[in-house]
């Protein structure tokens, strides 16, 4: 028997069965899931209804992650899934879905941080940016531009600490096993904190 997506097999409100009117249809039809694991690029595509075309993500490494805050979007890689709220064994198996939180490598906006606002993230980074900024003389014009931008340069915290470690807490918001590909946001504020807590009640257990 092949996977319906029909509600005739359910029971009624009251908890009677219903009979069958029909056999089952072709437009009621579902597929196995596609349970995307964290690994090297691999995507089939599947026909579907009206000729259309879906993307069925089976492994998957890297993504298009956005900054809310900064309004910047960086493709990264993926190092870890670290939390699921429907099933913990998502985690353990590292299968990338819609909502869940994973771990991506933080340098590209790291380093896009640092070039935009003239501030390096990075102690070690510090020193050498000053020894730098002593060798190449900038222009007014990028003094200026810099000293406006710091201005407004108003990192989070906890943000901050992560892109120390060159790992940050991002949200998966595409489905992989639909459009092939894994996109997401950076956390931040007050969801970034709560899903901290997650995992530090999580570690604790």
């Given amino acids: 028997m092949g996977i319906s997506r029909d509600s005739f097999h359910k029971r009624r409100k009251t908890g009677g069965k219903r009979a069958p009117i029909r056999m089952k249809r072709k437009f009621e039809l579902g597929r196995p899931a596609a349970n995307t694991k964290l690994g090297a690029k691999r995507i089939h595509s599947v026909r579907t209804r009206g000729g259309n075309t879906k993307f069925r993500a089976l492994r998957l490494d890297t993504g298009n992650f956005s ?9 990264t890689r993926i190092l870890d899934v670290v939390y699921n709220a429907s099933n913990n064994e998502l985690v353990r ?3 990338l879905v819609k909502n869940c939180i994973v771990q991506i490598d933080a340098t590209p906006m790291r380093q896009w941080y640092e070039s935009y606002y003239g501030i390096p993230l990075i102690k070690k980074r510090k020193a050498k940016a000053a020894e ?3 060798e190449q003389p ?4 990028q003094l200026r531009r810099f000293k406006e931008r710091k201005a407004l340069s108003k990192i989070d915290p906890h943000v901050e ?3 120390h470690t060159g790992r940050v807490y991002a949200v998966i ?9 894994c996109d997401g946001y950076l956390l931040e504020g ?4 709560f899903y901290q807590r997650k995992l530090r009640s999580k570690k604790g257990k």
């Fill in 132 to 134: 730098q900024e002593e």
């Fill in 67 to 75: 900054w809310g805050s900064e309004g910047q979007t960086r493709k």
């Fill in 173 to 181: 918001s595409s489905r992989p096993g639909q459009s092939g590909r």
């Fill in 161 to 163: 600490e992560q892109l």
């Fill in 93 to 95: 198996t590292k299968t």
């Fill in 190 to 193: 007050r969801e970034l904190e």
């Fill in 138 to 141: 900038k222009t007014k014009n």
